[in-house]
């Protein structure tokens, strides 16, 4: 036959396959799948065992399984709707298969007295069990049907494709597995002992059966959330096997984040060699010097700047790190040479912070700061506009507003991200078009206080170079932490009362985390009254989501003036709102949060030099997990060490926040249950860039192929 014969068969269209036509090609493509190899490396999610029949006495709810006995009765009944009701018995037991649709042909086919064998999930019907529209096959009495003696996979599969031509095509590039280039260097496959990858394939795609409960064995980030599970068939070699495959998966996701960051710096942005006179000229004024570890971030950042190629740089800093002098000396970098600068917070209460800090700073230096907000009108907007497409405004601040609306720049060269938790790697590269001004890209800062172990930087965020400022500023005394049951909610609400006397603030924060907004407002509308009522000398205001965007800035101005001495919130105030005298934080609902964001709230207080501290209000009964939580909040306040507890009890795609999450997709590998691997990655993916290089493309190209025919690659090119 041709399609044997071909010497590069694995590498021609799916097309090459008897039986695949456009249309199948075209569905197959939304799988990823468009050559033959890529058949071999779409891989199952989990398997059914058909390899035995079990006697329906032994039948549990919630099984896969194949049954075989003889039809007793078939009959259709009118229950709510029309149904086929078909029983049948093996002499242990009786089992009710149940149809909704059926043909007349159908019915007359399941007489009583033929032997049929069904495949399908057990299910609970009143007091018997059943299965509804099993597959099944009725069996000649004289000719016994072989059953299968290896697992059958499930595929991801999409609509229109079934299971079973999935299952006929891997089939058939199975036959061809020999011929798979092994692309992991030899030294690479001594060293960990990995077996050949062709074994590998067939063994994952026709595993031997022998447990009673088949499962996934396999569980990359891509396996549609599902967990992994401790009943996979032949679990130890399975395991064995697939470790081959993840550490190729890991290996080709660390080539394409190295080429896309190659890639970057092909392409021009303007050098910026001029010293920084504004800065120089803005630090005379400043009441604090910076910290060492700013000055050392400032200080890469300017080298970054400097080069002819994009600057592409994560600062990660914990909250209070004092990131946002960081940003403005980047940004009077940019326009000491003659650029402008966008700054983009998540929030419009961020926005106008760093608005109101940047005036403060930058116009007694004679620079121009533009506000753009999604709440101006466009007779509001227009002067604004007008200043920045004619180089008068120098630095624009805004909510990503500064990029959907018609804002243009006369000479845009750096764009900073602030709080970039909230953006996806998409917005990050769409900006970065947005900003492009001939042959010259803009430079781009992205800054957030989400402490990212490293491990997981280097393989989320591989294409960022990171830096971080890991020092507080001086003066900040330790936040005091403690967990206190619902019941002692009056204490709290003395402590407040006195502090408040002592002339501190303190913010409240109230929290339903499933319920709607309109609920979550409703409560901290509730506590607010509350509140009042209880502290009738204390002047308290209230923000929520809700809230007009010039209602909640006021209420904040008010706040930050010290007019307002208690603020009830809803999670709004989660990031980078500075109130330095604000010296206590309580946070209701406390389990119901993550670890990081506990953290991040808590970062709103112990910014001042007053003592301050955090009251995690909890309602018992607690579960374990939300009282690991709770003791992480109360023994560290670092946020790296925080962010390692939260790694483990919540795995990394929570980590990263979701957005992140589709961006690392991994079909096999975890970066959580695999992180341990990515040293050695590492390591052998600079072996294949120095002594291999034709491979890397082989390799991003097998593994990185995304569902609408993209390479994983491009959403790394930020
Ligand atoms: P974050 O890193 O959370 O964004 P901010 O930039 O809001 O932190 O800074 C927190 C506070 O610390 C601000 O009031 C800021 O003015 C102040 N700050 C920043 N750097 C220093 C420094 N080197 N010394 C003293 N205070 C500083
Ligand atoms: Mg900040």
Wanted: proline share 5%; charged share 25%.
């Amino acid at each position: 036959m041709s399609e044997a014969s071909s010497p590069d068969f694995l590498q021609q269209p799916v097309t090459a396959l008897r039986g695949v036509g456009d249309a199948l090609a075209e569905k197959l493509a939304r799988l990823g799948i468009m050559r033959v190899e890529d058949l071999l490396f779409h891989l199952p999610l989990r398997y059914q065992d058909r390899t035995r029949i079990y006697p329906i006495a032994e039948l549990k709810v919630g099984q896969e399984v194949l049954v075989e006995g003889e039809i007793e009765s078939t009959e259709v009944v009118l229950r709510g709707r029309r149904m086929m009701l078909c029983h049948i018995s093996d002499g242990t037991g009786i089992l009710t298969l149940r149809f909704f649709h059926f043909t007349t042909a159908q019915k007359q086919s399941l007489r009583q007295g033929v032997p049929i064998r069904c495949f399908g999930e057990v299910r609970q019907a009143g007091f018997k069990l059943e299965m509804a529209h099993p597959e099944y096959r009725l069996l000649s009495a004289t000719h016994p049907e072989p059953i299968e003696n290896t697992l059958t996979p499930t595929y991801p599969a999409t609509e229109g494709l079934q299971q079973r031509s999935l299952r006929r095509l891997i089939e058939i590039a199975l036959e061809h597995v020999d011929e798979l280039p092994d692309l992991l260097p030899e030294r690479v496959v001594e060293r960990h002992g990995f077996p050949q990858l062709g074994e590998v394939l067939s063994l994952l795609h026709k595993p031997q059966g022998g447990t009673p409960s088949p499962a996934l064995p396999l569980s990359g980030e891509g396996a549609r959330g599902r967990a992994p599970s401790d009943s996979s068939p032949d679990k130890g070699r399975l395991g064995r096997v697939s470790s081959r495959l993840v550490f190729e998966e890991l290996l080709a996701h660390q080539l394409g984040v190295q080429q896309a960051r190659h890639e970057l710096q092909q392409v021009q942005a303007p050098a910026m060699q001029d010293t920084n006179r504004y800065w120089q000229q803005l630090l005379r004024s400043l009441p604090f010097a910076p910290t060492d570890a700013q000055n050392r971030v400032i200080g890469e950042i300017t080298q970054d700047l400097q080069q002819g190629i994009p600057m592409n740089r994560l600062v990660q800093g914990d909250v209070g790190s004092g990131k946002t002098l960081v940003a403005v000396a980047a940004a009077l970098h940019a326009i000491a040479n003659g650029f402008q600068v966008a700054l983009m917070a998540p929030t419009e209460l961020l926005a106008e912070q760093h608005y109101q800090n940047l005036t403060r700073w930058l116009e007694p230096l004679g620079l121009e700061t533009v506000f753009i907000s999604g709440n101006q009108t466009p007779r509001q907007r227009r002067r604004k506009v007008e200043n920045l497409l004619l180089g008068i405004g120098h630095i624009a601040v805004g909510t990503h507003a500064l990029f959907q609306r018609t804002v243009e720049f006369l000479q845009l060269g750096l764009i900073i991200i602030d709080e970039q938790h909230r953006f996806g790697v998409h917005q990050r590269m769409s900006l970065r078009e947005k900003g492009k001004q001939g042959d010259n890209y803009p430079h781009q800062l992205v800054m957030t206080a989400t402490p990212i172990p490293r491990t997981l930087a280097m393989t989320a965020y591989g294409d960022l170079d990171y830096s971080v400022i890991d020092e507080l500023p001086p003066g900040r005394t330790p936040i005091t932490t403690v967990a206190l049951s619902n019941e002692r909610r009056d204490d709290v609400i003395g402590r407040i009362a006195a502090a408040c006397c002592e002339g501190r603030q303190a913010y409240w924060v109230c929290t339903l985390i499933e319920e709607s907004e309109a609920l979550q407002c409703e409560t901290a509308e509730d506590t607010a009254a509350l509140l009042r009522e209880r502290l009738p000398h204390v002047e308290v205001g209230l923000v929520h989501g809700r809230l007009h965007g010039s209602e909640k800035e006021s209420i904040m101005r008010q706040f930050k003036q010290g007019e307002i001495q208690l603020l009830v919130a809803t999670t709004v105030i989660e990031v980078g709102v500075d109130v330095p005298n604000a010296s206590l934080m309580i946070i209701e609902n406390a389990e119901r949060f993550g670890l990081s964001q506990l953290h991040q709230l808590r970062g709103r207080v112990g910014r001042g030099s007053t003592a301050s501290s955090c009251v995690l209000l909890y309602q018992n009964p607690l579960g374990k997990t939300a009282r690991k939580r709770l003791d992480a909040m109360r023994n560290s306040t670092d946020g790296f060490v925080i962010a390692d507890i939260d790694l483990e009890l919540r795995g990394p795609g929570e980590v990263l926040g979701t957005r992140q999450t589709g961006d690392v997709r991994l079909r096999i590998a975890s970066l959580l249950r695999d992180q341990h691997l990515l040293p050695a990655v590492q390591v052998a993916a600079r072996e294949i860039v120095a002594n291999y290089p034709e491979r890397v493309k082989l390799l991003t190209k097998r593994w990185l192929q995304q569902p609408d025919g993209d390479t994983a690659t491009r959403f790394f090119q930020s």
